[in-house]
């Protein structure tokens, strides 16, 4: 065969195709985590800071494999969840559609990139020095021109093919799949002001951003699982990394705890509630409305039964999200029970006195010492139970392992 036509057949490294396979998951699998561990849980939210040498890295390979700068992606990710699900959201499902955000994801990226209002209100605080400025800004799209070379001097023709596939995995999986699915199907754990999801307990290949709704409730925790057999692999490389001194911890969801010896309400309890409301929600559906269920209606049918089991489980979803008929359907099997209206009254008080952002400290403190008065003179042993806990709840400090 003659040199050239065996260069451009095999390139420098004539490597196996099993050997091919590997170099290109692992590729995609750095690109991955640039996009989650440092455009996403660091420049974004803040819950890490990389050492140096890390963000450097990214930012080149990032530039290097997708023509992502940093200011662009931040920008519009923090766009996104100031607007999210309404007009002025730049990926969303509900809006723009699945098919479009799943399968065209990249173009409303490019779109809103060119956004310069976009780039100044949320871009603050990113990389702004010489390198960005004058290699990765001025020179956008260079990285893409010398990664498609560098892989065909590498691997010979078929390095196009693994060019290819390195850039469309982020405009795909992240642009797509996570923006698009992870908005449209899958479980909630968490009640959030938005149609969030998480797509799987477990995608490796998508760095643990398939934990959606979980980042939707907390979204500047770097830890993205929270529930058993949900496993972040971005969370374990977080863990590795600061093991050798390379990633700082800064912000995760602390822990709810009850603490016996606490009868009153501070604003320790206070921000306990705060920071985990969706939980504190998901318990008195838990606890309270969904036993009164059981015990008002013990002598139905076991199918009836299953209708309590479903229509709790409604209640924990976000009605707006939810069609009007369905809402007016499940309402319709309980409206004769005067017990769950009043507990539904209780559980709307209480998530107005947590909505109200307007309010200082001290008045949230009377706001829910008066719910808790009013909750264990109703007579109620469920509700003045969890009227008590409430009072006893706190956040365990974060200790690192």
Same mark, same amino acid.
């Given at each position: 065969?003659?040199?050239?036509?065996?260069?451009?057949?095999?390139?420098?490294?004539?490597?196996?195709?099993?050997?091919? @396979?590997?170099?290109?998951?692992?590729?995609?699998? $750095? %690109?991955?985590?640039?996009?989650?561990?440092?455009?996403?849980?660091?420049?974004?939210?803040?819950?890490?800071?990389?050492?140096?040498?890390?963000?450097?890295?990214?930012?080149?390979?990032?530039?290097?494999?997708?023509?992502?700068?940093?200011?662009? #992606?931040?920008?519009?990710?923090?766009?996104?969840?100031?607007?999210?699900?309404?007009?002025?959201?730049?990926?969303?499902?509900?809006?723009?559609?699945? !098919?479009? @955000?799943?399968?065209?994801?990249?173009?409303?990226?490019?779109?809103?990139?060119?956004?310069?209002?976009?780039?100044?209100?949320?871009?603050?605080?990113?990389?702004?020095? #010489?390198?960005?400025?004058?290699?990765?800004?001025? *020179?956008?799209?260079?990285?893409?021109?010398?990664?498609?070379?560098?892989?065909?001097?590498?691997?010979?023709?078929?390095?196009?093919?693994?060019?290819?596939?390195?850039?469309? #995995?982020?405009?795909?999986?992240?642009?797509?799949?996570?923006?698009?699915?992870?908005?449209?199907?899958?479980?909630?754990?968490?009640? %959030?002001?938005?149609?969030?999801?998480?797509?799987?307990?477990?995608?490796? *290949?998508?760095?643990?951003?398939?934990?959606?709704?979980?980042?939707? =409730?907390?979204?500047?925790?770097?830890?993205?699982?929270?529930? /058993?057999?949900?496993?972040?692999?971005?969370?374990?490389?977080?863990?590795?990394?600061?093991?050798?001194?390379?990633?700082?911890?800064?912000?995760?969801?602390?822990?709810?705890?009850?603490?016996?010896?606490?009868?009153?309400?501070?604003?320790?309890?206070?921000?306990?509630?705060?920071?985990? /409301?969706?939980?504190?929600?998901?318990?008195?559906?838990?606890?309270?409305?969904?036993?009164?269920?059981?015990?008002?209606?013990?002598?139905?049918?076991?199918?009836?039964?299953?209708? $309590?089991?479903?229509?709790?489980?409604?209640?924990?979803?976000?009605?707006?999200?939810?069609?009007?008929?369905? !809402?007016?359907?499940?309402?319709?099997?309980?409206?004769?029970?005067?017990?769950?209206?009043?507990?539904?009254?209780?559980?709307?008080?209480?998530?107005?006195? #947590?909505?109200?952002?307007? /309010?200082?400290?001290?008045?949230? $403190?009377?706001?829910? !010492?008066?719910?808790?008065?009013?909750?264990?003179?109703?007579?109620?042993?469920?509700?003045?139970? *969890?009227?008590?806990?409430?009072?006893?709840? !706190?956040?365990? =400090?974060?200790?690192?392992?």
């Amino acid at each position: 065969m003659h040199p050239i036509l065996e260069f451009l057949d095999g390139g420098l490294l004539s490597l196996s195709a099993w050997q091919l @396979v590997l170099y290109t998951f692992i590729a995609v699998q $750095i %690109t991955l985590s640039g996009v989650s561990l440092y455009l996403h849980r660091e420049q974004t939210h803040r819950g890490i800071q990389l050492h140096p040498v890390i963000q450097h890295f990214y930012r080149f390979w990032l530039w290097f494999t997708t023509g992502m700068l940093t200011k662009d #992606w931040v920008a519009i990710h923090r766009k996104h969840h100031a607007h999210c699900e309404t007009e002025d959201d730049p990926h969303s499902p509900q809006i723009h559609g699945i !098919k479009k @955000v799943l399968f065209h994801g990249v173009t409303l990226y490019t779109e809103e990139r060119k956004n310069t209002e976009t780039l100044k209100k949320y871009g603050q605080g990113t990389p702004d020095d #010489w390198v960005e400025r004058n290699i990765y800004t001025r *020179f956008h799209y260079l990285g893409i021109v010398a990664m498609a070379l560098i892989n065909t001097a590498l691997f010979g023709v078929i390095g196009l093919c693994i060019f290819a596939i390195q850039l469309v #995995w982020i405009p795909f999986f992240a642009a797509g799949v996570i923006n698009g699915v992870g908005h449209f199907a899958g479980y909630r754990n968490y009640r %959030t002001d938005d149609s969030s999801r998480n797509i799987t307990r477990f995608a490796f *290949f998508i760095y643990g951003e398939e934990l959606h709704n979980n980042h939707h =409730a907390f979204p500047s925790s770097c830890k993205f699982a929270h529930k /058993k057999g949900e496993h972040d692999i971005g969370w374990y490389t977080i863990k590795l990394l600061n093991k050798f001194g390379l990633c700082k911890i800064k912000k995760v969801v602390p822990d709810l705890y009850v603490d016996s010896k606490n009868s009153d309400f501070d604003g320790d309890t206070v921000k306990a509630i705060l920071t985990h /409301k969706f939980n504190v929600l998901q318990l008195y559906i838990k606890d309270v409305i969904k036993p009164n269920l059981i015990s008002e209606y013990n002598s139905t049918s076991g199918a009836f039964r299953k209708k $309590i089991k479903q229509y709790t489980h409604n209640l924990s979803l976000d009605p707006q999200f939810m069609k009007s008929d369905i !809402k007016n359907k499940w309402h319709s099997y309980f409206e004769d029970s005067q017990s769950l209206k009043s507990l539904l009254q209780y559980k709307e008080e209480l998530q107005a006195i #947590w909505d109200n952002n307007a /309010k200082s400290m001290e008045e949230m $403190i009377e706001d829910f !010492k008066a719910w808790c008065t009013k909750a264990e003179k109703s007579g109620n042993q469920l509700l003045q139970d *969890f009227a008590q806990s409430l009072s006893q709840y !706190k956040l365990a =400090a974060f200790v690192a392992k």
